[in-house]
T-cell receptor, first 115, second 114 residues
Framework: GAVVSQHPSWVICKSGTSVKIECRSLDFQATTMFWYRQFPKQSLMLMATSNEGSKATYEQGVEKDKFLINHASLTLSTLTVTSAHPEDSSFYIC???????????FGEGSWLTVV | GDSVTQMEGPVTLSEEAFLTINCTYTATGYPSLFWYVQYPGEGLQLLLKATKADDKGSNKGFEATYRKETTSFHLEKGSVQVSDSAVYFCALTLIYNQGGKLIFGQGTELSVKP
C-alpha cells in the first residue's frame, strides 16, 4: 500500500482562488519532503524542498509567494497554490525522505485544473 | 545544466517482446542514476538504480547499466508482460544523500498488449 498519500488526487478550481494539496507520510517520519510539478509530456521539475519546522527552499524560477509550502509536522507538508491561474494547471507530486535515510517515497500525485 | 533525455513514447509492444527505453544524461559531476515507474493511479516507485560507472541495476526482470562513456542508462527487459504497462522515468541526482532532489526525464509510456 501507499506510504505517501496525496490529497486531493484531482481538483478543479476557479481562476483567482487558492487550492491546497496535502502530502502525508503514512507510517514514517519525513524530515524532508519535495514538491515537483509536471506539464504534459515534460519532465517532473523540482519546485521546492520542504524541511520540517523551517522555511522551504525554492528552486530558481519558482515563485515562493505563489506556491506556499508548509511542513508543520514530520508527517505532513502542504502546497498551496495562491490566486491560481489556468497556467498553473499541472500535475503536482510530492516525495518524502525517510528520516535519517536515503529512501524516497513518492505520493500518487495531484492533478490541478484551473478554469 | 544537468538534464535527462528519454525516448519519446508511447511505446507499444506485444507480450513477451524485448523492451528498450533509451535514457541519456548530461551532468557536471558524477550522478547516481535511477529508473522510476508509475503505474496507473499510483505514485512513482523506484525500479532500479546505479550509483557509479559500470554498475548494473536490476529488479523485476528490468536492468540498466550505467555507461559513463556514452552517458547513458538504458532500461531493458527481455520479455515484457501486460502488467509492465506504466510510465517509466529516468532520473539522476548529484547528491546521493539528498536523493529527493532528482532531475527527471519526461517519462516514457509503455503499453503492452496481450
Amino acid at each position: 500500500g501507499a506510504v505517501v498519500s496525496q490529497h486531493p488526487s484531482w481538483v478543479i478550481c476557479k481562476s483567482g482562488t487558492s487550492v491546497k494539496i496535502e502530502c502525508r507520510s503514512l507510517d514514517f517520519q519525513a524530515t524532508t519532503m519535495f514538491w515537483y510539478r509536471q506539464f504534459p509530456k515534460q519532465s517532473l521539475m523540482l519546485m521546492a524542498t520542504s524541511n520540517e519546522g523551517s522555511k522551504a527552499t525554492y528552486e530558481q524560477g519558482v515563485e515562493k509567494d505563489k506556491f506556499l509550502i508548509n511542513h508543520a509536522s514530520l508527517t505532513l507538508s502542504t502546497l498551496t497554490v495562491t490566486s491560481a491561474h489556468p497556467e498553473d494547471s499541472s500535475f503536482y507530486i510530492c516525495s518524502a525522505q525517510v528520516e535519517a535515510g536515503n529512501t524516497i517515497y513518492f505520493g500518487e500525485g495531484s492533478w490541478l485544473t484551473v478554469v | 545544466g544537468d538534464s535527462v533525455t528519454q525516448m519519446e513514447g508511447p511505446v507499444t509492444l506485444s507480450e513477451e517482446a524485448f523492451l528498450t527505453i533509451n535514457c541519456t544524461y548530461t551532468a557536471t559531476g558524477y550522478p547516481s542514476l535511477f529508473w522510476y515507474v508509475q503505474y496507473p493511479g499510483e505514485g512513482l516507485q523506484l525500479l532500479l538504480k546505479a550509483t557509479k560507472a559500470d554498475d548494473k541495476g536490476s529488479n523485476k526482470g528490468f536492468e540498466a547499466t550505467y555507461r559513463k562513456e556514452t552517458t547513458s542508462f538504458h532500461l531493458e527487459k527481455g520479455s515484457v508482460q501486460v502488467s509492465d504497462s506504466a510510465v517509466y522515468f529516468c532520473a539522476l541526482t548529484l547528491i546521493y544523500n539528498q536523493g529527493g532532489k532528482l532531475i527527471f526525464g519526461q517519462g516514457t509510456e509503455l503499453s503492452v498488449k496481450p
